[in-house]
């Protein structure tokens, strides 16, 4: 999910520096994704048999990666 | 023929979001902040829409407790003044409305023409009186309790009524959801003994989590509150949790967190601190985890929609609206998964707190 949008809206009410926060918060959050995404790629890239429960996995290990990059948003949209 | 039907659907799009409109007040710039948290914050009417510079809403009833007793009235007294201005008086008492609050009215009127005394950040210092209205976010709670009640009502009555065990009706949609909750979440997490006794408040995080999550994300009344993006409503329900893994701990539990067996005695006496925080942060944790999901979902799709009147000029529309939608169609998938992972983490808390080792 793009926190661009997210970054906007932290820079047109509380200043550039929440916006520096969520940014680097997206950082965080596109390398976490992009490993598990990987490490879930290459899994089931060996063993073809198991892709829905690889899948399954890996979708509900993204959402609590996002949730800690939307921790750090919150707090930068807090005044 | 295709083609024709893509092009109405677009257009069935832009209808059902057109409760942003503005006014026709071309002077004013428009702020997406304010329009933004005027969505996402609770509200004592459903706006729906602005035509001709005058807003058009269902009132919702003000229910308030004062010193004098119990005082009811609608919404609509107040004439969709937000601002302090204007008066309602019931039962010898006065109230003004500002930013959604409601105040005992001052008795005469300030500068700027509000029946409020301001300290120096604009914030009134009049005294409130005790505010139990139905605001949308408690009309669309209850009206979800309503689905729920309907849904699993019929869900029962159909296993009532088959003779070999197999149900009928909405119980074949629900019975797998069910099924899943019970073997994919409670017994891994709660174990074989003891996972009947937590099974009905499991079900009901999942399923009035979903149901709320969706029910904000359709943008018509009266379906449009964002009550699991308003932070009370997830803080009790990490309390409730949080309560439940206090009373059950066993003294297993206890030992691991004050003084954690197996370990030398300075790392116990650094790790009891630590533990003890974590106590309450998980319950933290997950309530702003769902939370920040959905209001982040939400803020996305106004941002993007609000985009075609920062640009003031009708041809992003088509952009905007696409991917709007496609933020919208991503948010359908994020929130049958926040319901799970919050059922899910809170199984994991109440079977981490009654487990039995073996030392």
């Known amino acids: ?79 | 023929m295709k083609k024709i039907l893509i092009i109405l659907l677009v257009l069935c799009t832009t209808l059902s979001f057109s409760k942003t409109a503005i006014g026709v007040d071309k002077n004013e710039e428009f702020n997406v902040t304010d329009m933004i948290m005027h969505h996402i914050k609770d509200s004592h009417e459903f706006h729906v829409l602005d035509w001709n510079g005058k807003a058009f809403s269902i009132p919702l009833p003000i229910v308030l407790w004062t010193d004098n007793g119990l005082v009811t009235f609608m919404s609509s007294e107040f004439n969709h003044d937000d601002n302090g201005e204007v008066i309602v008086s019931k039962n010898n008492q006065s109230f003004v409305k500002f930013h959604e609050k409601i105040f005992y009215a001052s008795d005469s009127v300030n500068a700027s023409n509000q029946y409020l005394t301001l300290d120096e950040s604009s914030y009134p210092t009049n005294n409130k009186p005790l505010d139990f209205s139905i605001t949308k976010l408690v009309f669309s709670m209850f009206l979800s309790m309503l689905i729920l009640i309907l849904i699993f009502g019929f869900s029962a009555r159909n296993y009532n009524k088959s003779s070999d065990g197999i149900p009928s009706g909405i119980a074949k949609f629900t019975e797998p959801l069910i099924l899943f909750v019970r073997d994919e979440v409670a017994i891994p997490n709660i174990g074989e003994k003891n996972y009947k006794k937590y099974m009905p408040y499991l079900l009901t995080l999942f399923f009035f989590i979903w149901v709320n999550n969706l029910m904000g994300l359709i943008p018509m009344p009266p379906f449009s509150g964002n009550l699991s993006g308003n932070i009370a409503f997830t803080a009790i329900l990490a309390l409730i949790t949080f309560i439940i893994t206090t009373f059950v701990g066993n003294k297993d539990y206890w030992k691991h967190i004050f003084w954690m067996p197996g370990v030398p005695v300075p790392m116990k006496l650094f790790l009891a601190p630590i533990e003890f925080m974590g106590i309450f942060i998980k319950p933290i944790s997950l309530m702003i985890r769902l939370f920040a999901n959905i209001s982040a979902g939400h803020i996305i799709v106004l941002s993007l929609i609000s985009l075609i009147f920062i640009a003031e000029s009708v041809w992003i529309a088509p952009a905007s609206l696409f991917f709007s939608v496609f933020i919208s169609v991503i948010e359908i998938l994020v929130v049958a998964i926040q319901a799970y992972i919050f059922t899910m983490l809170s199984a994991l808390y109440i079977g981490a707190a009654m487990e039995e080792h073996e030392h």
Do not use: D, T
């Open chain 1, 1 to 79: 999910m793009s926190l661009v949008l997210l970054q906007e809206v932290a820079v047109a009410n509380y200043g550039p520096l929440a916006a520096i926060g969520a940014g680097l918060a997206a950082i965080g959050a596109g390398i976490g994704i992009g490993k598990i995404g990987g490490a879930a790629m290459e899994a089931m890239a060996r063993q073809p048999e198991k892709q829905g429960a690889l899948q399954g996995s890996a979708i509900v290990l993204i959402a609590f990666v996002e949730a800690v990059a939307l921790f750090a948003v919150v707090v930068s949209l807090i005044k």
